[in-house]
């Protein structure tokens, strides 16, 4: 079975563009998980879904990021407008609700300029 | 919130040797993972143990829920052991999976 994918893997962009992160979690999986890791924070949970719905978003650092999940494969993290200080990796995972074994994509590196 | 804190920092091995990972965690839980994150930056899960002891090869984990901590053993460490040991656990009055990460256990095994 496929794990969790994301894309794209590396991001290379300008200070006040939009981007957008993409996840697939795995099939059958019923939440799912966006996570920010950089050195200075270390990995600090941005927003998590229950069954397509946001449940907590308290980590979203402010307006600049939403997140979406409009169907049980796919979910979208996007920042607009972009900055240097959103310079992280972003993973995202997903586990079965019942369980809460979580498993991660490969996460996707962002730059910002 | 739930306040974890992994021990040592970091840790230096030389090939063969022996070692192990605690987790302290300040409130009960009802989920508890280790996960290893390797050089090229990949989580992988290695034991999912909210209570219990468990083994996979020369690894195996140990939970204490009622005194709020975990270890990680690793036997026989090899090189490509190297990498960061995070403790991820979710606190016991929240049944939705949500999960507060350790600062992490950086390990160097030399040859």
């Known amino acids: 079975d496929a794990g969790v994918i994301q894309s794209p893997r590396h991001e290379v962009t300008e200070m006040g563009q939009e981007v957008t992160l993409r996840c697939k979690p795995i099939?059958?999986?019923?939440?799912l998980f966006w996570y920010r890791q950089t050195m200075m924070r270390g990995l600090e949970l941005l927003i998590y879904?229950?069954?397509?719905?946001?449940?907590?978003d308290s980590g979203m650092p402010e307006d600049r990021f939403s997140a979406k999940m409009p169907n049980a494969s796919f979910s979208t993290l996007k920042i607009q407008p972009s900055e240097p200080r959103d310079s992280a990796v972003y993973f995202c995972?997903?586990?079965?609700?019942?369980?809460?074994?979580?498993?991660f994509g490969p996460g996707t590196r962002l730059t910002v300029l | 919130g739930i306040q974890v804190e992994q021990s040592p920092p970091d840790l230096i091995l030389q090939e063969g040797a022996n070692s192990t990972l605690r987790c302290n965690f300040s409130?009960?839980?009802?989920?508890l993972q280790w996960f290893h994150q390797n050089p090229w930056g990949q989580l992988i899960n290695l034991f999912y143990?909210?209570?219990g002891t468990k083994q996979n090869g020369r690894l195996s984990a140990t939970t204490v829920a009622t005194e709020r901590y975990s270890l990680l053993y690793i036997s026989s460490s090899q090189t490509t052991d190297s990498g960061v040991y995070f403790c991820?656990?979710?606190?016991?009055?929240?049944?939705?999976?949500?999960?507060?990460f350790g600062d992490g256990t950086t390990l160097t095994v030399k040859p």
């Open positions: 995972a997903s586990s079965l609700y019942e369980s809460h074994e979580q498993f």
């Open positions: 099939s059958g999986h019923n939440s």
């Open positions: 879904f229950n069954n397509n719905v946001p449940i907590d």
């Open positions: 409130d009960s839980v009802n989920n």
């Open positions: 143990i909210p209570s």
């Open positions: 991820a656990v979710g606190p016991y009055n929240t049944n939705a999976g949500k999960s507060t």
